[in-house]
């Protein structure tokens, strides 16, 4: 089945930088990476997805990147705030909604 | 999208009994899951909540364990039975529709067992 692995586990950058995270897949029928954001005491939301025909899709302030021959995808979030604070997780789907997801990444915006 | 509550939102239960989860939805949705969130942890799918049928398990959870029901297309329950500590945890449900990949969470009901 679908393995996906998101690194780093936490990460912490001052206000106005740029965030990265990156997550790799294992099964090449996964065309459909999905970015929630989780926040103290709430359900994930979507903020951001990508399908395997695209290489990269942007949304205001956040943007991702697929490459689908190294079974790896990113997300990342220029000009960081505060607000941007919170468990971020990624997935891969494989078109069957069984959705797996990654271990997620907690991201601290200081002031 | 849709929007997506829970009931309850939280509860403290006691080991050996059984709470049920309700989830409802604004509006139909084709598809809905049951997802478990351990503290600090990641999302693990439990099982599709599947209408006018059994509800369809992942590895590692059975029907006795987490029963589930989808009478109609805007409304689970879950289930969880006999529990014990190790069941604490944030149930988390989903919706999607046939043919989008797209799923959408509920607030989640935080459950801890003592």
């Known amino acids: 089945g679908e393995n996906v692995e998101q690194h780093p586990s936490t990460l912490s950058v001052q206000e106005g930088d740029s965030a990265v995270i990156k997550c790799t897949y294992s099964?090449?029928?996964?065309?459909?990476f999905p970015w929630y954001k989780q926040e103290l005491g709430k359900g994930p939301q979507l903020i951001i997805d990508?399908?395997?025909?695209?290489g990269e899709k942007k949304d205001q302030r956040i943007a991702v990147t697929l490459n689908k021959t190294a079974k790896h995808f990113s997300l990342h979030i220029t000009e960081t705030q505060p607000e941007d604070s919170a468990v971020y997780f990624c997935?891969?789907?494989?078109?069957?909604?069984?959705?797996?997801f990654g271990a997620g990444t907690r991201l601290t915006v200081k002031p | 999208s849709a929007v997506i509550s829970q009931k309850p939102s939280r509860d403290i239960c006691q080991r050996g009994t059984s709470l049920t989860i309700q989830c409802q939805v604004d509006s139909q949705v084709t598809m809905m899951f049951w997802y478990r969130q351990q503290p600090g942890q990641s999302l693990t799918l439990i099982a599709t909540a599947n209408q006018g049928s059994e509800a369809t398990y992942e590895s590692g959870f059975v029907i006795d364990k987490f029963p589930i029901s989808r009478p109609n297309l805007t409304f689970s329950t879950l289930t969880v039975s006999n529990m014990s500590p190790e069941d604490s945890s944030i149930y988390l449900c989903?919706?999607?529709?046939?043919?989008?990949?797209?799923?959408?969470f509920g607030p989640g009901t935080r459950l801890t067992v003592l």
């Open positions: 989903s919706v999607a529709w046939t043919g989008d990949n797209e799923q959408f």
């Open positions: 990508i399908r395997s025909n695209v």
């Open positions: 099964d090449s029928a996964s065309n459909y």
């Open positions: 997935a891969a789907d494989d078109n069957n909604n069984d959705m797996r």
